[in-house]
């Protein structure tokens, strides 16, 4: 099991990535547009909607970034 060391996790940087929602598929899952492009990701513990900015840490959306 990867250890985490210098306040950092090794296996997933403890980075959160901004991406929009592009598609609600059901059962807790999205398709967002990042970088790389389309991807799937579990929005279960958020209330997303298509067109929604939101933080995905570890394939999981864990917040929905406030409209401007």
Known sequence: MPECHDG???TCSDAAVRV???ELLG???AVVDTAAGP???SVALVDARVGDVV???AGEAIAVEASP
Do not use: F, T
Request: proline share 0%.
């Open 8 to 10: 950092v996790c090794v």
């Open 20 to 22: 929009r929602v592009r």
């Open 27 to 29: 059962d807790g899952l």
């Open 39 to 41: 991807e799937e990701v």
């Open 55 to 57: 933080l995905v840490h």
